[in-house]
């Protein structure tokens, strides 16, 4: 999730401290693999926390970015804000991992919506789930 991040960040201009963060916290506080429909809100919290005792370092805006895409990943659809639509893009490019190929009009950017970026993205996705299989 982190390069697909990165990756589009790279082409969009998203702020990639934010993008990186945020596959840090974004699924930090799931309580499960299925149905968990506050992890994110959960997860914005915790990284608010972590801002508080200084074990992440980034600006209060950036902090202020990371809680709203937290927040929103699970329930929102788009953002107008580049690195906020950047996160959720990363995010939802990494479904192969569960099984599930991102539809492109659900992805919120130009970058994402690409078909290299799409198949890319599902590579690594599906390499990452062949390793763990046999660990």
Known sequence: MRRNGLDLAAINGANTR?????????DSCRHNEDRDPDHGPRAAIFAQLCFEEGFIRCSEVELET????????????????????????????DLPRVGIMPAPHRLCTDAARDPDMIDQARIRAENLVDKTLYY
């Open 66 to 93: 990371l809680q709203a895409a937290c927040y929103g990943h699970t329930h929102e659809r788009n953002s107008p804000d580049i690195t906020i639509a950047t996160c959720w893009d990363a995010d939802r490019l």
């Open 18 to 26: 934010v993008v990186e963060l945020f596959a840090l916290f974004h």
